[in-house]
């Protein structure tokens, strides 16, 4: 019996749209002959499935649909692909925990602390993996930008800590750009991190785990045409992305030893990717995606293209896997 998965996208955040073509693409390569996949989609107004050419509601209290063709119907799996809020920082996971619906993704604390890139940072720190120098800021609290550049230097980032968003990041030169920055960045968030510059080579890596263990893919190299690895850059082809990064085999092994240390640390599930910028023959980590872009642009799928491992068995190992255990 094919289980009616549910691939939930869309969500909250500014990237409700990259959120449903990632997922588009994962319905797409999807084995059809043990899931039957169709894309729920999640806004403030509710949850709604693209099922047969219909646009039905999803009950939040148990799941089900009415189809005119097919009756009434209810999801018997979830996989949630939403970059940000409610997806990639565990909300949803947390709902289907307690409403024992069986789901794909990380737990909803192993989701929560890695969406957070202030806690998830610290978090890696305490086991010293190197993390770029920060400060967390709070809406409720007022802050020092003097103080901030005499910490960091210049330039240095400001981005929102507790989005998955692309959006209110910004690399910061003067003391005077601060303020304005800052504020852009609670824009999308309730807290905001101000971290130093790192300069060195950017890498990140694909993680997952299936019944042969946690697996790493290759890395990419990501040379960025704007400022940095910012919204046009990751979306709208403004970067030169390298598969695999020009690193020493040494220094790959490295970063995918530490990507998978990481992976278990957080005990992450299903798909992730870790990004890193290589300074001083050192990875620091820069974030943890716990939801990574999967779209025609994105990076991960040109990892598999270069791992030669089929879309379509890459996810089926993950469902394999994260379904026997769970």
Same mark, same amino acid.
């Given at each position: 019996m094919?289980k009616? &998965?549910?691939?939930?996208?869309?969500g909250f955040s500014?990237?409700y749209?990259?959120?449903v %073509?990632s997922a588009?693409?994962? +319905?797409n390569a999807?084995d059809s002959?043990?899931?039957?996949?169709?894309?729920?989609?999640v806004?403030?107004?509710?949850?709604?499935i693209?099922?047969?050419?219909?646009?039905?509601?999803?009950?939040?209290?148990?799941?089900s =649909?009415?189809s @005119?063709?097919?009756?009434?119907?209810?999801?018997d799996l979830?996989h949630?692909?939403?970059h940000?809020?409610p997806g !990639?920082?565990?909300?949803? @996971?947390?709902?289907f925990e307690?409403k024992q619906l069986? =789901?794909?993704?990380a737990?909803?604390l192993?989701? !929560?602390?890695?969406?957070d890139?202030?806690f998830?940072?610290?978090?890696l +720190?305490?086991?010293s *993996?190197?993390?770029?120098?920060?400060i967390l800021l709070l809406?409720?609290e007022?802050?020092?930008?003097s103080q901030?550049?005499?910490?960091?230097?210049?330039?240095?980032f400001?981005?929102p800590?507790d989005?998955g968003?692309s959006?209110? *990041?910004?690399k910061v030169y003067?003391?005077s750009?601060?303020?304005?920055?800052i504020?852009e960045a609670? %824009?999308e968030? %309730?807290t905001?991190v101000?971290?130093s510059?790192?300069q060195?080579i950017?890498? &990140?890596c694909?993680?997952y785990?299936?019944n042969?263990?946690?697996?790493t893919?290759?890395?990419?190299?990501i040379?960025?045409?704007t400022?940095?690895?910012?919204?046009?850059?990751?979306?709208?082809?403004?970067s030169?992305?390298?598969?695999?990064? /020009?690193i020493?085999?040494?220094m790959?092994?490295n970063?995918?030893a530490? &990507?998978r240390?990481?992976y278990?640390?957080l005990?992450?599930r299903s798909?992730? /990717?870790v990004d890193?910028?290589i300074?001083?023959?050192?990875p620091?980590?820069i974030e943890?995606?716990?939801?990574p872009g999967?779209? +025609?642009e994105?990076i991960?799928?040109k990892m598999?293209h270069?791992?030669?491992?089929?879309?379509?068995?890459?996810? %089926?190992?993950?469902?394999?896997?994260?379904?026997?255990r769970?």
């Amino acid at each position: 019996m094919k289980k009616l &998965t549910g691939l939930f996208c869309g969500g909250f955040s500014s990237e409700y749209e990259i959120s449903v %073509k990632s997922a588009t693409e994962i +319905k797409n390569a999807m084995d059809s002959s043990n899931y039957e996949v169709y894309l729920v989609f999640v806004s403030r107004e509710g949850w709604k499935i693209d099922y047969k050419d219909e646009l039905l509601v999803v009950s939040e209290k148990d799941f089900s =649909f009415t189809s @005119q063709q097919d009756g009434q119907r209810k999801l018997d799996l979830a996989h949630v692909y939403i970059h940000g809020n409610p997806g !990639e920082n565990g909300k949803l @996971q947390a709902y289907f925990e307690m409403k024992q619906l069986p =789901f794909i993704n990380a737990s909803a604390l192993s989701s !929560e602390l890695s969406f957070d890139k202030w806690f998830c940072n610290q978090f890696l +720190k305490s086991f010293s *993996i190197p993390v770029a120098k920060s400060i967390l800021l709070l809406d409720s609290e007022t802050f020092n930008s003097s103080q901030i550049g005499e910490s960091l230097g210049f330039p240095l980032f400001v981005k929102p800590a507790d989005s998955g968003s692309s959006y209110g *990041i910004s690399k910061v030169y003067t003391e005077s750009e601060l303020p304005n920055s800052i504020n852009e960045a609670f %824009k999308e968030g %309730k807290t905001v991190v101000c971290e130093s510059f790192m300069q060195g080579i950017e890498v &990140t890596c694909g993680v997952y785990q299936n019944n042969e263990g946690i697996q790493t893919l290759p890395c990419t190299e990501i040379v960025p045409e704007t400022d940095f690895f910012d919204y046009e850059a990751k979306y709208l082809g403004k970067s030169e992305e390298i598969t695999p990064a /020009r690193i020493s085999p040494e220094m790959t092994d490295n970063v995918q030893a530490l &990507t998978r240390k990481i992976y278990a640390l957080l005990q992450l599930r299903s798909l992730a /990717r870790v990004d890193y910028i290589i300074v001083d023959n050192e990875p620091h980590v820069i974030e943890v995606n716990t939801t990574p872009g999967f779209s +025609k642009e994105s990076i991960v799928p040109k990892m598999l293209h270069c791992a030669q491992i089929n879309i379509s068995d890459f996810w %089926k190992s993950i469902y394999t896997f994260e379904l026997n255990r769970s």
